[in-house]
């Protein structure tokens, strides 16, 4: 008679090795999902986020004019109080030792009053000039006192105020610095996402869609253009001279130039001095609003909310500008960035 036999079950630990095998296999597999290599951005999100890159790095870059600006002021101001204050260290020098040297005239003299020791005299004449003598000496002494008490209060305050143009220098120095890290920070990761594209591709976004030329575009013709005059006429002519020059931030001319660096150097052939920033620039000169319409040429053009960039009316309604980095001067239309002020200098 044949036996029947039960089937063999499974230990229950050959049951946890198995399941414990297909968790760890489930988790590996989501583990190199989760560690594969994320998709390639195309050429659109590599545009968005350059764009948006390139817009910090201008505004880190102005911030860095603007520090740059105020360092270089506060230096020559602390130079100057330097300066100052050792020319009055010596003066007050000079002071204390001549009255060291009355003092030990009066030392070697003995302790007898002055004004005795002029009465014992026997020649009345010499009593009557050491007299005068006397009392000149009592009165320059008087007036030498009170010039080195004037004098030591004047380093004093001196020296507070270099203290304080000091501490206000070191603190622009560290926002220097941190804009500029700010600044090569931006521009790294720009170079890192356009490295994922092809050369056509980076071209199209380095050209960029601003209604702005590219680089090997013919130059505009100043004489298209409406005439300007007395300093507009100079720094229009100037700045279009420019073109095709690399934009490098924090450069301000002449072979190379950021937004605000152009507009500075451009009415500097001029004679006219403009503040280093464009924030600064939206506040000089005549306003003339925002409609493009009613600009000159010669006028500046402020640009974004944040007033970072600017560009100089031209005519024909077109700017020129250094419009980012990896770009160059040239024109564009001037309505193609949103407007924010127009300034007439």
């Known amino acids: 008679m044949a036996s029947h036999r039960r089937p063999r079950q499974p230990s229950r630990a050959r049951t946890y090795v198995l399941t414990g095998a297909a968790a760890t296999a489930v988790a590996l597999s989501a583990q190199v999902s989760a560690h594969a290599a994320p998709a390639k951005p195309n050429k659109d999100e590599v545009k968005a986020q350059v764009d948006k890159l390139l817009e910090e790095q201008e505004q880190a870059a102005e911030k860095y004019n603007g520090a740059k600006e105020r360092s270089d002021q506060l230096r020559k101001q602390a130079d100057q109080l330097q300066d100052q204050i050792a020319r009055g260290q010596e003066q007050l020098t000079e002071l204390t030792s001549g009255l060291a040297a009355v003092a030990a005239d009066e030392y070697r003299q003995g302790s007898l009053d002055p004004s005795v020791r002029l009465m014992l005299s026997s020649d009345p004449d010499k009593y009557l000039d ?96 409406p005439a300007a005059s007395g300093a507009a006429k100079v720094a229009v002519d100037a700045a279009l001279r420019k073109q095709g020059a690399d934009y490098i931030w924090g450069a301000s001319g002449p072979n190379t130039f950021d937004c605000s660096g152009l507009m500075v150097w451009a009415y500097a052939q001029a004679g006219v001095s403009l503040p280093r920033t464009s924030q600064e620039q939206a506040t000089v000169g005549t306003n003339v609003g925002t409609d493009w319409h009613n600009a000159q040429p010669g006028d500046l053009v402020i640009y974004k909310a944040d007033r970072g960039h600017v560009g100089m009316y031209i005519g024909n309604g077109l700017v020129v500008h250094a419009p980012k980095a990896n770009d160059v001067v040239k024109v564009m239309k001037v309505d193609a960035i949103s407007i924010n002020i127009i300034r007439r200098v």
């Open 130 to 225: 050491q007299a005068s003598s006397f009392d000149q000496a009592a009165s320059t002494q008087a007036d030498t006192l009170k010039s080195m008490e004037d004098q030591q209060r004047r380093l004093e305050q001196q020296k507070r105020e270099a203290a304080t143009v000091l501490a206000e220098l070191d603190g622009q120095t560290q926002a220097l610095n941190n804009a500029k890290s700010t600044v090569q920070s931006k521009l790294q990761e720009t170079q890192r996402l356009l490295a994922t594209l092809s050369a056509a591709d980076r071209a199209e976004i380095v050209r960029g869609t601003d209604g702005s030329a590219s680089r090997s575009a013919t130059r505009v013709d100043p004489t298209t253009l």
